[in-house]
């Protein structure tokens, strides 16, 4: 009996075992066992110093496997602990898209406010300003980027907490997700040692290609799919942006022979502008870097277009210049559409190439510690730092060189068979074990260079190399050619993606081994084996000096893509549903949408006016794409008039290749003749050729075909 009772206990026990598991399975799959409760996500910074008196932005997620509608509250709180008073507690109310703050003894909700919207809520501890608070709602996720105030009275170290409800009334409790420090006095901003193993700046996006090593790595996977977020617009054609501790985006804008002034941005995470500051000229093409102690460093050119001063400015975090360096001894000098990027040192040193011809390093209040030209040849390419401080950078006589911190010549290596001179706008990235990668215009090869100057490898592509390498996590080297090349540690061809005749942007790689890459118009998300994700128009940089501006990732799945229109924000966390364009009503044109092929307005013969609009489509150019039947043998003759700005016109067959195209400068009128090879539908394309538009001024596109004449026969004679 003993026994029989023993063998049904165990049984008992198993099936109840086994019963716990299946649930604990079935829970796991959205709305089998009901809704299932919503899980705090990520606060981001999750840690750092904040001074009070200033705007802070936090950015806090939550999620719930049976989707964001089904997600209540969502709470964030910041205090010594998750007690409601004497806190600045905070919620969001999804069912109702209203921004709330908690009363002082934590017994009432205070405000009531629409994100965006032209309110504050404040209490003894803090303000939110709801016109800078944003909220973002894909899949599974909200996504909120708080504004916060601290006030005077609210200092010392604070913890960070995150809750949610559903609509079931589930909760997930408060969950502590990081502690920050407030105080009255002003914040040293974070630095990091950079290591053989992990460059590190303590920045999300310190300098051109992420930190001085060149890597191009980001800590932080970025965008999965092309959502656009914001678009900022700006009066000039921007460099390459740079993002600070805060998440602030500082953006140069202005090109050489094409604007007269240049600036410097700085863009608040949630697209508004925060400052900008007028600069001694063109920044062209250039990313800033930001030192230890928050200073901006910008190189910029004068406003001539043939000799002016080149100049270094130096600005403070809050938009004041605090010094400007003036190279070649503040003479005149010869310009250059792409300038040297400026590398700060984990000791505040800043490195910068110029068309004097030397290597600078300044100190950080602007003086000069030393200064080197080693062949009298301009210095267009950035400098890359290595961990033990030797200084890498290129010239125009396509060498390498190596210098010690203090100044020493180490040693150079030339890039080529033979010596040879051209321009060399691409940088060397530093391995992490000291390798150094740069590539040549001349015999386009890729060089691996071992840190005693001698030859490690070189790799032959099809074209010259003005890309700077990135490095990703396990050591693959990846660089732009006539494709994107990504090559094993030892030299040999891991794959290549693409087939373009050229490009010069550098590749920027996500944590999870995303690589972004432009080429031309077209942003690609390559994935680490080489096949494609996902690809943008992105309208990027008509000529061939304008391509080098790249992306920079950041924390929260965020991509910043620079545009000849300004700066576009892309945000996909994993498993977020694509977002679909939409088009602004204020556009007058009668034949949108017909961005792209598949949208082409079908005309006839004739005469028509149409509109190109500013700012309406994704991610903010417009495109008129027409079509019409020809057959073959018929003259096509197709004409642009009546242009408010410089409009373009491409014409393509029925297979899509292009057979003609016009791009006169300024308003002067486009025309393109063309004999039809095939029967079918043909297709006109007009556009701004370098983002020019009006959506109060048409343009006049007339399309006329002539059937070919028929060839005169002889009567035969009786």
């Known amino acids: 009996m003993k026994a029989r009772m023993w063998i049904v206990g165990v049984l008992v026990v198993g099936l109840a075992v086994l019963l716990a598991v299946v649930v604990q399975a079935l829970e796991a799959q959205p709305g089998v066992l009901g809704p299932q409760p919503p899980t705090p996500g990520s606060v981001r910074p999750s840690s750092g110093c904040f001074r009070v008196g200033t705007t802070v932005y936090f ?113 997930s409790g408060w969950k502590k997700k990081g502690t920050v420090t407030i105080q009255s006095a002003p914040c040293p901003t974070p630095t990091a040692t950079p290591t053989a193993t992990e460059p590190a700046t303590g920045l999300p996006w310190g300098m051109f290609q992420h930190e001085p090593q060149h890597t191009s790595r980001s800590p932080y996977i970025s965008a999965q799919s092309p959502n656009l977020l914001w678009i900022f617009f700006t009066p000039g054609a921007p460099g390459s942006p740079a993002i600070g501790s805060d998440g602030t985006i500082y953006l140069p804008v202005g090109m050489l022979d094409e604007d007269t002034v240049g600036y410097l941005y700085a863009i608040n995470p949630d697209g508004t502008e925060k400052w900008h500051v007028q600069l001694g000229g063109p920044s062209s093409s250039t990313a800033p870097a930001i030192g230890p102690d928050g200073t901006i460093y910008v190189h910029c050119n004068g406003e001539a277009s043939t000799v002016s001063i080149e100049r270094l400015h130096a600005i403070t975090p809050g938009g004041v210049i605090t010094w400007t360096f003036e190279f070649n001894g503040g003479l005149g000098i010869f310009t250059s559409r792409v300038q040297s990027s400026p590398a700060v040192a984990s000791d505040g040193t800043i490195y910068v190439g110029s068309m004097d011809t030397n290597l600078y390093a300044l100190n950080p209040d602007g003086t000069v510690k030393w200064a080197r030209s080693p062949n009298l040849c301009s210095t267009s390419s950035s400098p890359a730092v290595a961990p033990d401080g030797t200084i890498y950078f290129v010239n125009s006589s396509t060498r390498l060189y190596a210098y010690a911190p203090d100044g020493t010549f180490k040693w150079s290596y030339l890039l080529a068979d033979s010596p040879v001179g051209t321009g060399n706008d691409q940088s060397p990235t530093v391995g992490p074990d000291g390798t150094v990668y740069v590539g040549s215009p001349a015999d386009h090869r890729l060089y691996a260079i071992w840190p005693d100057g001698t030859l490690r490898w070189r790799f ?53 081994g995303t690589i972004y890459w432009r080429v031309g118009w077209d942003l690609y998300a390559v994935d680490a084996h080489g096949i494609q994700k996902w690809k943008l128009d992105d309208y990027g940089f008509v000529g061939v000096v304008r391509l080098d501006s790249t992306p920079a990732l950041t924390s929260d799945w965020t991509l910043y893509v620079p545009t000849c229109q300004g700066l576009s924000a892309y945000w996909a966390p994993p498993n977020a549903p694509a977002v679909t364009p939409t088009l602004r009503p204020s556009c007058p044109d009668p034949y949108e949408p017909n961005n792209g092929f598949a949208s082409a307005w079908p005309l006839t013969p004739g005469s028509y006016q149409s509109y190109i609009c500013c700012r309406i489509s994704w991610p903010g150019i417009d495109y008129d794409y027409f079509k019409f039947y020809a057959n073959v043998g018929d003259r096509i003759e197709v004409r642009l008039t009546n ?76």
């Open 643 to 718: 242009l408010p700005d410089n409009y373009d016109l491409h014409l393509y067959a029925p297979d899509q290749t292009l057979v003609g195209f016009s791009m006169n400068s300024g308003k002067s009128n486009e025309f393109i003749g063309h004999t039809a090879q095939q029967t079918g539908h043909y297709y006109v394309k007009v556009w701004g050729s370098g983002c020019e538009c009006s959506p109060s001024s048409p343009y006049t596109l007339q399309i006329a075909l002539n059937p070919p004449t028929p060839t005169p026969t002889s009567t035969p004679s009786s």
């Open 460 to 512: 032959l592509t099809g074209w010259g190399i003005r890309s700077t390498p990135s490095i990703g996590a396990d050591g693959t080297v990846y660089v732009g050619s006539d494709g994107l090349y990504a090559l094993n540690p030892d030299g040999t061809q891991r794959w290549k993606f693409g087939n373009p005749l050229f490009s010069s942007a550098s590749p920027v790689i996500g944590a999870d």
């Open 59 to 171: 950015t806090t997620t939550w999620s719930d496997l049976d989707g964001y509608a089904d997600l209540k509250w969502c709470y964030f709180l910041i205090g010594t602990s998750s007690a409601p008073s004497n806190s600045i507690y905070l919620g969001y109310n999804r069912a109702g898209n209203k921004l709330y703050l908690r009363s002082n003894n934590g017994t009432a909700w205070w405000g009531g406010y629409a994100p965006c919207s032209a309110n504050v809520i404040q209490n003894a501890q803090g303000k939110l300003d709801c016109s800078k608070t944003k909220v973002t709602k894909q899949g599974n996720t909200v996504r909120v980027r708080w504004a916060i105030i601290f006030k005077s009275t609210y200092i010392g170290n604070k913890n960070l907490y995150l809750r949610a409800t559903d609509m079931s009334g589930n909760n």
